[in-house]
């Protein structure tokens, strides 16, 4: 499958994605981790990436294009792939649009996710993230705990709130989505390929969406 999955912070899009690649060992892909390993790697790619991300500038849209160009000609993209927080803005959908076609590849579907203001808020207020860098897996306080004492089950490592997981962060976040991400859903109805799923189980999510591409 190669979907696309949108949605405010929060709305469930990580949880998804990695249902889909447990299903059909499609890939997913989010541009936060291309640029952090390009970096780690000392691609030619990710030195260029670097020297943006030092200075705390945002990196150019011309350079994630090519940092994505190179991740789709990567073997574990044959099988499919899952695109999780990409793109965020118009130019980017547009951009994604030419390169896609530049490659011959094409969507199946463009997922997006409409979960309640208030579902939102939960689930991110309650999230705890491991500190080790090495690990970073994910807990909720209510329906996946860390231990009792607050650390990390898989390597023992205390567990934190993310500062952008804070009410006010949240706030902030949902409307720089509204304000820049959300016009895509216009986007991609527009070219044909937008779903909307209300639903807020990854069950019921996850089995949509296979039934959208004719999976069974």
């Known amino acids: 499958m190669r979907i696309i999955l949108l949605g405010a912070p929060g709305a469930g899009k990580g949880t998804v994605a990695k249902a889909l690649m447990a299903y059909d060992g499609s890939v997913?892909?989010?541009?936060?981790?291309?640029?952090?390993?390009?970096?780690?790697?000392?691609?030619?790619l990710g030195k260029k990436a670097q020297g943006y991300m030092g200075r705390g500038e945002l990196?150019?849209?011309?350079?994630?294009?090519?940092?994505?160009?190179?991740?789709?000609?990567?073997?574990?993209c044959e099988q499919g792939f899952i695109l999780d927080g990409f793109p965020r803005t118009i130019p980017q959908a547009e951009a994604l649009k030419k390169l896609l076609q530049k490659l011959h590849l094409k969507l199946d579907v463009v997922v997006n996710l409409d979960v309640p203001r208030e579902v939102i808020l939960d689930r991110?207020?309650?999230?705890?993230t491991c500190s080790n860098p090495d690990c970073q897996e994910i807990y909720n306080i209510k329906s996946k705990p860390p231990t009792e004492d607050g650390?990390?089950?898989?390597?023992?490592?205390?567990?934190?709130?993310?500062?952008?997981?804070?009410?006010?962060?949240?706030?902030?976040?949902?409307?720089?989505?509204?304000?820049?991400?959300?016009?895509?859903?216009?986007?991609y109805r527009k070219e044909g390929f937008l779903k909307t799923i209300t639903s807020t189980s990854s069950d019921e999510i996850v089995s949509i969406i296979r039934r959208e591409i004719g999976s069974t």
């Open 124 to 128: 991110l207020t309650t999230r705890r």
């Open 28 to 44: 997913q892909i989010s541009t936060g981790d291309i640029l952090r390993n390009a970096v780690k790697n000392k691609t030619e």
């Open 151 to 187: 650390r990390c089950k898989k390597c023992g490592a205390p567990v934190v709130q993310r500062d952008d997981e804070t009410e006010e962060a949240i706030t902030k976040r949902l409307e720089t989505y509204n304000e820049k991400t959300a016009p895509l859903i216009d986007f």
């Open 59 to 76: 990196v150019p849209d011309d350079l994630i294009m090519e940092i994505m160009e190179s991740r789709f000609g990567e073997p574990d």
